[in-house]
């Protein structure tokens, strides 16, 4: 498969080109915010970001980096990566820093890896885990839609090599759809995780073109339906984001049909814009309606609804098991 089939047309526009530490060309996102920032919306008092640090916040960044390992916390810009390194969490990026797509909220790099997975991330992986003590991990991945399976044999055998260095640990898969290839799907929810996880983003209408468009609001939904009744001890979730120019209605819509779809989690937060050359926010959500959309959203059956401003879909995940005591030994 060529590099140019692997990033279409609505690739971030006015993109630099760099060559990683592995040779692959990729897109980088970080381009000048320049004047453009200046037709911006202006941050409301409530969305305000607290700095921390301290030595387990230096202790997760050095295992992180130590051992090789790509964050979703730092490659997608995460507001509450200080938050969660400082508390001793992180969400482990698997099969690189280069995705395959390029969805038009997303900070991360894109470009072709054009096959390259690491062999020893397996077991760079569950030592990571072990040394940070951690007792539920996310671990989630870019797309690779240059791979047969997208990944997901490689997904499956991070899973298992964490549960067994860790068999205490929980773990929740935070996946790629896998191009709807429910087979796929199956390779990665047999693996002994507790949560399978993949993000809807956004409500139908707005999937195209906020996200790629080999990504589907349809097979979203499909491949956490599929998830569900192939395992259905296994937890299913989604992440929607809100901002980006959706009405209550298509909101509560969405709900529905992830409930028809079994989806025990769902979680909300607040789009953020990484650069200017991104998908536009319409809007700040506020703290109230938010709010009311836990309500509503618990009220339609969900397990849990964690919804807020600067949530994220793996911010403090394990508090929602822990709350609800299920998942966890």
């Given at each position: 498969m060529s590099e140019d089939k692997l990033i279409p047309s609505v690739q971030i526009p006015s993109g630099e080109k760099f060559v990683n530490d592995r040779g692959i060309t990729a897109i980088k996102d970080g381009i000048k915010a320049s004047n453009a920032d200046s037709g911006r919306l202006r941050k409301p008092d409530w969305l305000r970001i607290r700095i921390r640090g301290g030595a387990t916040y230096e202790k997760v960044q050095s295992i992180v980096h130590e051992h090789k390992l790509a964050t979703v916390c730092e490659e997608a810009k995460c507001p509450n990566m200080s938050e969660c390194w400082s508390s001793g969490t992180a969400t482990i990026m698997l099969m690189g820093d280069v995705c395959t797509r390029a969805c038009r909220f997303c900070a991360v790099n894109t470009g072709n890896p054009k096959g390259w997975l690491d062999a020893q991330e397996p077991d760079n992986t569950a030592r990571s885990v072990a040394l940070m003590g951690l007792k539920y991990v996310v671990l989630t991945s870019v797309n690779r839609d240059d791979l047969p399976d997208g990944g997901a044999g490689h997904y499956a055998a991070c899973v298992q090599r964490t549960k067994e260095h860790n068999p205490e640990t929980a773990v929740e898969a935070l996946t790629p759809d896998f191009l709807g290839n429910l087979r796929d799907v199956e390779t990665v929810v047999d693996s002994g995780i507790e949560v399978f996880a993949q993000n809807v983003e956004t409500v139908e209408r707005l999937t195209h073109p906020v996200r790629d468009p080999r990504a589907s609001y349809r097979q979203t939904l499909d491949v956490l339906a599929h998830a569900k009744?192939?395992?259905?001890?296994?937890?299913?979730?989604?992440?929607?984001?809100?901002?980006?120019?959706?009405?209550?209605?298509?909101?509560?819509?969405?709900?529905?049909?992830?409930?028809?779809?079994?989806?025990?989690?769902?979680?909300?937060?607040?789009?953020?814009?990484?650069?200017?050359?991104?998908?536009?926010?319409?809007?700040?959500?506020?703290?109230?309606?938010?709010?009311?959309?836990?309500?509503?959203?618990?009220?339609?059956?969900?397990?849990?609804?964690?919804?807020?401003?600067?949530?994220?879909?793996?911010?403090?995940?394990?508090?929602?098991?822990?709350?609800?005591?299920?998942?966890?030994?």
């Open positions: 009744a192939h395992r259905p001890e296994v937890l299913t979730k989604t992440s929607l984001m809100l901002g980006l120019g959706e009405t209550e209605e298509e909101v509560l819509q969405c709900m529905d049909e992830l409930r028809e779809a079994r989806v025990d989690i769902l979680t909300f937060g607040q789009y953020l814009q990484p650069t200017a050359n991104h998908y536009p926010i319409d809007r700040y959500v506020t703290p109230q309606e938010f709010e009311q959309y836990r309500t509503w959203g618990l009220e339609k059956g969900f397990l849990e609804v964690v919804s807020g401003v600067l949530v994220r879909s793996s911010y403090r995940a394990e508090q929602v098991l822990l709350k609800n005591n299920v998942g966890l030994n």
